[in-house]
């Protein structure tokens, strides 16, 4: 329970230090908050509250390396590349708790929006591999 909370907290915190315009810090504690999920995940593989968490950092993160290739062209591709990796990820697991009819209205949600966001990313690749 506590390190769900701490894992919870990790992302709150991304989200807020992102809000704030902090990249570095954002960046670090979505991390940590990935790897608690991640772990979390491990310990009991039918948990599926665990799962979406998991799910949702991953696409949550992948938005935040979306918006941060917007800001630094120097690094855009490697950070959209990134970013697809991790909302695959993401949707990789919505789609395994799909298949099995697991996923409730908000995790429904949660996976349309991941598409979207994965949609995105994937439109921003092509573009620059045109150019």
Not at 94 to 115: P, R
């Amino acid at each position: 329970f506590a390190k769900n909370s701490l894992a919870r907290t990790y992302r709150r915190m991304g989200d807020i230090l992102r809000e704030l315009k902090k990249p570095d810090e954002a960046a670090a504690d979505y991390q940590k908050s990935i790897r608690m999920f991640e772990e979390l995940s491990q310990v009991d593989l039918s948990n599926v509250s665990q799962k979406v968490r998991l799910a949702e950092i991953y696409s949550v993160y992948g938005d935040f390396l979306f918006g941060s290739a917007e800001t630094n062209d120097r690094r855009k591709f490697s950070h959209l590349r990134e970013a697809q990796t991790f909302h695959k990820r993401g949707l990789e697991i919505f789609h395994n708790l799909k298949s099995q009819n697991a996923l409730d209205k908000f995790s429904e949600e949660k996976f349309a929006e991941a598409q979207k966001n994965l949609q995105k990313t994937e439109d921003e690749l092509a573009k620059l591999s045109a150019k």
